[in-house]
């Protein structure tokens, strides 16, 4: 949802220089390496650290001591210099395209404040003093104004500019008084089913919108040109790739970029894997093509990506009670059964994969029902994959007892660690003290036997794998903070918190016997950090750094040397 605001953004010519280079790219071919020089994880169950790996034609040919590995001749060294080498971690939600373009537009994320970020908007403009601005990345949760943004905020930093700035979650936006002239937008316009239009006093929106009020700003939006959409896919490929990401798990991904993704793939641009989760305009195309796959599997499209709901932090996700903070709200409902549940059985039948946002408790309780109804009316043998490994993205508010409606169904929990050490800053306030028991609720997930799947939600986080992993272990802000309310029972263990980001991943995308540990057959896909994750103080978890991303024996990213 929230990327269509970034890809529509004016690109600066600069990066026509970028493009220019892809242009000349070409597949990278798998070179025979032979890995050492630092601990080196498996994460197969049992298994402790060896010390080599040999890779050969982009598949694992060994792995153990030093002193049984096979002739090494012809195999490029890589020495790891005391780094540690793990199997390649996987984002399992993020957004590709919202990745690129935060690395090509305004970038709000970090701001302070509301005049921090107004700054920022400020300089933007001088510095692009044509054009529509579109940015994002803001949010108001820690700001000392303790507001959402407004029109009056984005007219003061910008005179006369259509601005459309949406906030870190993508489920709102705030809109500057010439976008809402362009858009024709007034107090005489109705807010949609789904969305939220604060308004002032006399009935005129204050330039602030929420979730499908968002569609409302559309008409003013620029279109991205194909070589600026090239250029944001090709952004956040790099990006990923530097963090040390091998694959991700595209959620929302354009059914009509999808063409353009296996392009960039079969030329060599795609340095890390993608598993598309589509849009749903394109899911009657998808269920009547049926799943596909380029380049040796660089890129797979094979799952469908709905949302339920909205998001906490702008109150709208859905919930059974009223917020806390807000006893008139209880959230947004942003499709209905009748809508969904056609497209949830056809795809049963043919072998697609549905994954659903879903955010309030309401929001996943409904999820579930629908899910239900689906394969109670698609039977095992009637399905086109008898396993579907149907998964809810986020599940992050869910009463206790529908916890055991996920194992029960086999559904899979696709959660994103740091939400809850950002969240757990307001979510109080917005839930009150017993909802946040089924909050953010890895380890009762993980207990029941459900692979929970980590991942950041890039951009609306940072979309740092240290981060992930250390608040999923920690359980705590970055800076050490945990509340007392912050139910510090549900961090789990570093062995667990592994798995959530290589073998959990591997599983929910169907490539758990090519993917997820290092084993002798399965894909070269690595990632080494400059820490240890196993053994390190919690506290130093986030401040180490990726310094190797190896996929299908090629390497992605290399850190420059010192």
């Not at 709000?108 to 107004?118: D, F, Q, T, V």
């Not at 330039?207 to 569609?215: E, H, I, L, T, Y």
């Not at 279109?223 to 490929?237: C, I």
Request: glycine share 10%.
């Amino acid at each position: 949802m929230f990327c269509r605001y970034l890809m529509a953004a004016v690109v600066a010519a600069p990066i026509a220089l970028s493009v220019a280079a892809l242009a000349v790219a070409g597949p990278a071919v798998a070179q025979d390496l032979l890995i050492r020089g630092g601990t080196i994880h498996t994460g197969v169950e049992g298994q402790g650290p060896v010390e080599t790996v040999i890779v050969r034609d982009g598949r694992i040919a060994y792995v153990g001591p030093q002193a049984g590995a096979p002739d090494a001749s012809g195999l490029k060294i890589v020495d790891l210099k005391g780094a540690t080498l793990f199997p390649g971690f996987t984002d399992g939600h993020a957004h590709l395209d919202g990745v690129g373009w935060r690395e090509l537009t305004l970038n709000l994320e970090g701001s302070a404040s509301i005049a921090e970020a107004m700054s920022r908007l400020t300089a933007w403009a001088a510095a692009h003093p044509e054009g529509v601005i579109v940015g994002r990345g803001w949010i108001e949760t820690h700001w000392p104004e303790g507001r959402f943004l407004s029109a009056a905020d984005l007219d003061a930093a910008a005179p006369g500019r259509v601005v459309i700035l949406t906030r870190a979650d993508g489920h709102a936006l705030a809109a500057s008084t010439p976008a809402l002239q362009a858009a024709r937008i007034d107090a005489a316009t109705a807010t949609p089913e789904g969305g939220r239009i604060d308004r002032l006093a006399d009935g005129r929106p204050n330039g602030f919108f929420v979730d499908a009020a968002m569609n409302l700003l559309d008409p003013v939006l620029p279109q991205a040109d194909p070589a600026a959409l090239r250029a944001a896919y090709a952004a956040g490929f790099e990006a990923e790739a530097r963090y040390g990401w091998t694959g991700i798990h595209f959620m929302s991904a354009s059914w009509k970029d999808i063409p353009l993704l296996e392009d960039m793939a079969e030329k060599g641009e795609a340095t890390i894997r993608l598993y598309n989760n589509i849009t749903p305009d394109g899911a009657r195309a998808l269920i009547e093509g049926g799943p596909r796959s380029v380049a040796d599997g660089r890129v797979i499209t094979r799952a469908i990506k709905f949302y339920a709901d909205g998001a906490l932090g702008s109150r709208g996700a859905a919930l059974f009670d009223p917020y806390s903070d807000d006893p008139h709200n209880r959230g947004l409902m942003l499709t209905s059964e009748a809508e969904v549940l056609p497209l949830y059985e056809a795809a049963l039948r043919k072998g697609i994969q549905v994954t659903t946002h879903a955010i309030g408790d309401r929001g996943n309780a409904e999820v579930l029902d629908w899910y239900l109804v689906a394969m109670t009316a698609v039977q095992p043998e009637e399905r086109g994959v008898r396993d579907p490994r149907w998964r809810i993205e986020h599940a992050q508010i869910v009463r206790p007892r529908d916890e055991m409606l996920f194992a029960g169904m086999g559904i899979i929990p696709s959660m994103q660690p740091s939400h809850a050490i950002g969240d757990f800053h307001f979510a109080p306030a917005r839930l009150g003290d017993a909802r946040l028991d089924g909050a953010y609720a890895w380890r009762d997930f993980v207990e029941l036997g459900l692979p929970v799947v980590g991942g950041s939600d890039a951009p609306v986080e940072r979309g740092d794998p240290l981060i992930e992993f250390y608040a999923a272990v920690a359980r705590r802000d970055l800076n050490g903070f945990q509340g007392p309310d912050w139910r510090p029972m549900q961090a789990v263990s570093r062995e667990t918190a592994l798995k959530m980001f290589t073998v959990w991943p591997a599983y929910a995308s169907f490539r758990e016997d090519e993917l997820g540990t290092i084993e002798v057959g399965k894909r070269a896909d690595f990632t080494a950090f400059d820490i240890d994750l196993m053994t390190v103080p919690e506290a130093q978890i986030p401040k180490g750094r990726a310094v190797l991303t190896v996929v299908d024996g090629v390497v992605a990213y290399e850190a420059p040397v010192n």
